[in-house]
């Protein structure tokens, strides 16, 4: 079983960032894909990034790209996402997700583990 908790969320000004981290249990963390999904208000979960274990494969939306960093600490048992650059529509509760494959997918239904989601918000 692996609890994962998310935080870094909060409002801030478009153009501005946030570093979004995800704390991870269990001693098997650096084995597990991490994901990043983010839901808004009356649409579905949407893929935001992944990561592969040992910081394999890596994988970002397209409306993400450029602007968004996944990156994990295998030692800390923490997944961030560093987010640039931000857009009113990046508005969002956001979800760090674990896959016990181990390989990056950008695919929802692989991931076994989820956290609770912390909410962004980006001011115009």
């Known amino acids: 079983q692996v609890q994962l908790v998310e935080s870094g969320g909060g409002l801030v000004q478009a153009g501005g960032s946030l570093r979004l981290s995800c704390a991870a249990s269990g001693r098997t963390f650096s084995w597990y894909a991490m994901g990043w999904f983010r839901q808004a208000p009356g649409k579905e979960r949407e893929f935001v990034a992944a990561?592969?274990?040992?910081?394999?494969?890596?994988y970002y939306a397209d409306s993400v790209k450029g602007r968004f960093t996944i990156s994990r600490d295998n030692a800390k048992n923490t997944v961030y996402l560093q987010m640039n650059s931000l857009k009113p529509e990046d508005t969002a509760v956001y979800y760090c997700?674990?896959?016990?494959?181990?390989?990056?997918?950008?695919?929802?239904?692989?991931?076994?583990?989820w956290g609770q989601g912390t909410q962004v918000t980006v001011s115009s």
């Open positions: 997700a674990a896959d016990p494959s181990g390989t990056a997918t950008i695919r929802n239904e692989e991931y076994r583990y």
């Open positions: 990561r592969g274990w040992r910081g394999g494969s890596t």
